[in-house]
DNA sequence: TCGCGAGTGTACCAATTGGTACACGGTGGA
DNA sequence: TCCACCGTGTACCAATTGGTACACTCGCGA
């Protein structure tokens, strides 16, 4: 029962990308992650090859729960627009979320410097995202350009709040601020 | 002339910004960095004490150069809150200071981590800039309120706006994104 | 029963790291 | 002149890192 070896390296990973999570990337070691889920740096070595593999399949594993969420999103099949941004804010920002989304913000640094593990996830990472939003915005009646902007828009906002909440824990402002928003967005029309 | 240990040291600080604006804080080494300025690492001690102070204060000036950003903003007198805006973002998206964009991200998701030397910023990472926004808003007729709020909203755009141009390269498409907000925000009054 | 292979631990290695000890050189003041 | 001190280089140290070698156990098939 269960005892193949690709559940133990998609358990292993799992618990990394917990750990990740929690810790930091950045500074992250195979001793350190070892002893932190139980088992030697010397297994980690075993499963993944390199380190180097492990944070490439730690990385794609927090994308996949990334688009977990997203898949949440696409699968309301006619949600209107304002419903979807207000989805999407509210669970970007739930707290039991927060690891998760510093990881977001912390891959991404490590992106930009052209961290090697990191890179790839800069190919999907507003393009992904544009796709439901693009469609929720043509659905709701917008030409097929402007939506492209507005949806980019959206995005880019509900990110720039997502950056500022995590830095200022300031829930109610940021949460006033995306309601402002909301308001430009939607109620002008 | 010009002996003075401090004039050395604010040298080697400001080259040791540019160094890092290029390569990344995240695995710098002090090694490396003396190379790459010409200096011993042995210097790099000698003069700050400890890698850690070191990075403290390349982590200060690198604000500080953030902040002159922002004076040039505040120091526009009678300027229209639309005409800050665009500003502002023709500053940030400037490609000459794409690097030290990217080290803005980069430093970001490190304090989010709690690395010691980066968190101070998180503290003025969005007040700092609100102020002049604010001042911006309320001098072109909003009330306070909704002046924090619309403030709040458009630095968080600009940043999420930016976080795409430095993921994706696509000026043209951000650029557009950045108009329709421009149109949502001022132009439905 | 035997043996083989997967899973695991221990010990080790080379490289890199931040930091220190010490020695050398030059410059300015007594 | 000579002495003190600042700046600098070289050599070194201890700690940590990713990665490897080898030995051991345990379960399963012949």
New binding site residues.
């Given amino acids: 029962m269960g005892g193949k070896?690709g559940d133990?390296r998609a358990q292993l990973v799992d618990a990394a990308v917990d750990y990740v999570a929690a810790y930091g990337i950045g500074d992250?070691?195979?001793?350190?992650l070892g002893a932190a889920i139980g088992?030697?740096?010397?297994?980690l070595?075993?499963y993944f090859g390199?380190?180097?593999q492990l944070l490439v399949e730690i990385v794609r594993t927090s994308e996949q729960r990334q688009r977990d969420l997203l898949s949440r999103l696409r699968r309301e099949p006619g949600v209107s627009p304002i419903d979807a941004a207000r989805l999407l804010w509210r669970q970007l920002t739930d707290p039991q979320l927060a690891n998760q989304e510093r990881l977001f913000f912390e891959i991404y640094g490590q992106a930009l410097r052209g961290r090697p593990e990191a890179v790839p996830v800069l190919d999907n990472l507003v393009t992904d995202w544009l796709e439901p939003l693009v469609a929720a915005e043509v659905a709701a009646g917008a030409d097929p350009a402007t939506a492209r902007n507005r949806a980019r828009l959206g995005l880019a906002t509900v990110r720039g709040l997502l950056l500022d909440l995590l830095a200022t824990g300031d829930r109610d402002g940021v949460d006033a601020a995306m309601e402002e928003f909301l308001r430009l967005y939607y109620g002008s029309e």
Same sequence: chains 1, 2.
């Fill in positions: 070896v133990r992250l070691s195979l001793r350190g088992v030697s740096h010397r297994m070595i075993h390199s380190k180097e």
